[in-house]
């Protein structure tokens, strides 16, 4: 152990090491007396700290201590890893900076009736509380009383065949001039939307380099749940993406997210939807899948499709084929 002056106003540093672990700060006294207790407090502290296991040295952690680290080890490499730390981050100003073994069952309660009483959705709720579990979980903590609340599958909103040729003609004939010249483009992302089920991010960021027109496949590397995936070109799809790529340029389609939703909106105003709030471009991904589902193509697929993590996601298409249901009737009346 050594404690020594440093500096013209005589302060006291100490330097010491413990199992590998070196400390070298000022003491903040100006005795050796005062400064040998700081000393001798901070060893014990670090000798304690080493005799615990990894668990309980985690159980140690304030919440936002917890969070920067999650997202070192595991969310920055991830492709949402940045909204995933926003998320949870939120959590310090809702919780506070606790140690994360103050988690409990209370402090979960609370949290969802703070939550509740801003009129917040269920889903925004369970993204809190998914994210406090992979918190816990992560640093082996107890996880167990953070359950998710049972949300509502609600409606799955599908476009008619009559809704996608207007909405498709409304963009369509917009003139190639001014403001709204790109909506044109548009319309033909919203064929491929359809025809493919993709999400908006996949067919944005889409490259020519992993569209094979010898095998009519389109190959999607990046996405939501990090599934690469390789989607079959319908008629439609195969003519408007080889029509686009006399263009010259390595994407189908020179658009954002902002550009694509603005011209949506504006067919649906002109369509009269605007109070239907479940008719947004997503809407394109549940028509796919609708349509493979009508079509008699079993879950499986329409799963391995759209890229769906487990078959349970996929499952809320199932009942929209009663087409099956009816055939287990008539087996009954044999």
Not at 1 to 7: L, P, S
Not at 58 to 79: P, T
Not at 306 to 321: P, R
Request: proline share 2%; aromatic share 8%.
């Amino acid at each position: 152990m050594a404690v020594y002056k440093r500096g013209a106003k005589g302060v006291f540093y100490m330097n010491f090491t413990v199992n590998g672990t070196r400390i070298f700060r000022s003491t903040g006294k100006f005795t050796k007396k005062e400064a040998k207790l700081v000393e001798a407090v901070e060893k014990r502290k670090l000798m304690e700290e080493a005799a615990l296991s990894p668990r309980e040295k985690a159980s140690r952690l304030r919440l936002s201590e917890a969070i920067q680290q999650v997202y070192d080890e595991r969310w920055k490499h991830n492709k949402d890893g940045e909204k995933s730390f926003r998320n949870a981050s939120r959590l310090v100003a809702l919780i506070g900076d606790i140690p994360i073994s103050r988690i409990d069952e209370d402090v979960v309660r609370k949290l969802v009736k703070s939550l509740e009483s801003t009129g917040v959705e269920v889903a925004t709720v369970n993204r809190y509380l998914a994210s406090l579990k992979t918190l816990l979980r992560h640093h082996r903590q107890l996880w167990d009383h953070v359950k998710l609340k049972k949300e509502r599958n609600g409606r799955i909103r599908v476009l008619t065949r009559g809704e996608e040729t207007k909405l498709v003609a409304l963009l369509r004939d917009m003139p190639s001039v001014g403001k709204r010249s790109y909506y044109p483009q548009v319309a033909e992302l919203v064929e491929l939307l359809v025809d493919t089920g993709c999400r908006l991010s996949e067919i944005l960021h889409l490259k020519y380099k992993d569209v094979n027109f010898d095998t009519n496949l389109i190959s999607i590397w990046i996405n939501k749940g990090d599934r690469p995936r390789s989607i079959p070109m319908t008629a439609r799809v195969r003519r408007i993406l080889l029509g686009r790529r006399e263009m010259n340029l390595d994407r189908p389609f020179a658009l954002n997210v902002y550009q694509a939703e603005r011209a949506w909106n504006y067919a649906r105003r002109q369509m009269g939807l605007e109070e239907d709030k479940e008719f947004v471009l997503h809407a394109l991904r549940h028509t796919c899948a609708t349509r493979l589902i009508d079509k008699g193509i079993d879950l499986y697929t329409v799963k391995e499709w759209l890229g769906h993590s487990t078959i349970q996601v996929t499952e809320k298409y199932a009942h929209l084929n009663p087409k099956k249901l009816a055939h287990a009737a008539s087996v009954l009346e044999l």
